[in-house]
């Protein structure tokens, strides 16, 4: 733990939920190069032994582990929190971010997917509203978002082609939803047509990106979402079509997946890295 109690107090502090692949890199970069402006008050997960890896790997930071979210929203620890990093899960930011509003925390989201269900995603911006918080959505493993925000109001088309090995895309909903068996792609297939709604419910790990598009853009219903399964390809590959009044936008990202997480790409870990760096540090914001 750093020893100086004025730099302690003066940092921003926050608190982590996941420990996985993303929480994992997120603890590390704060624990390093951000230390002199970030303060690890907690871990959360459900996992413990997922957060004791990431806490034994801490030189500058003694975070308390939660596997509990009632004792974790209850802790000393917690109170003191400004700002809630979730890098979980869809089921968990559905869980937890209402509480999390509700406590004056500002939040930081990774499974945006979970915005696509419009029922819950009223009830987060009426709760952000009354309780006078913010919501941080980085851009995650895509590009052009600032782009597509500005264009959004002129825009007639909006389609995300993802495509990614069948094995970063395994024990996603879709395959027992269509009782089709992951080995069994053998070659370059589309395996995947419909609106963003419909894909982040069929693939809740892999196509986060398509909600962020969706709110981003013209809404969920209608961004349209194409998933290919490549058994012969080793990265992530996303190309977003944007077609309106302004003219054409066409943005392709090719992602090499993280080393700990197939299924994330690690410009997505990269992504809220910065996005992080930019909420702490004062100084130019570019894209914002």
Known sequence: MHKDPLLHFMRKKISIIGCGAIGSELALSVDGDMAKNVALLSL??????????????????????FNDFSDYINSESFKDVELVIEAASQNALTSYLN???????????????????????????KNVEDNDVNIYVPSGAIAG?????????????????????????????????????????????????????EAVQNFPANVNVAALLGLAGIGVEKTKVNVIA?????????????????????????????????????????????????????????GT
């Open 230 to 286: 490549d058994p012969s390809i080793r990265i992530n590959k996303h190309e977003i079509k944007v077609i309106g009044k302004f003219g054409e936008l066409i943005v392709r990202v090719k992602n090499i997946p993280s080393s700990t997480n197939p299924k994330t790409s690690y410009l997505a870990i990269l992504s809220a890295i910065e996005c992080l760096r930019s909420i702490t540090t004062k100084g130019i914001k570019y």
């Open 145 to 197: 978002i600032d782009a597509l925000k500005s264009v959004k109001n002129s825009i007639s088309y909006v389609t995300l082609t993802t495509t990614k090995n069948p094995n970063s895309l395994k024990d996603s909903p879709f395959f027992k939803n269509n009782n089709l068996a992951v080995d069994s792609i053998k070659k370059r297939t589309l395996i995947f047509e419909g609106s963003a709604i």
């Open 99 to 125: 509480q999390l509003i509700l406590s004056k925390k500002d939040v930081l989201v990774m499974s945006v997917g979970a915005f696509a269900n419009s029922e819950f995603f009223s009830e987060v911006i």
């Open 44 to 65: 959360f997960d459900i996992r413990p032994d997922n957060a004791e890896t990431v806490k034994s790997k801490l030189s500058n930071n003694d975070p308390p582990i």
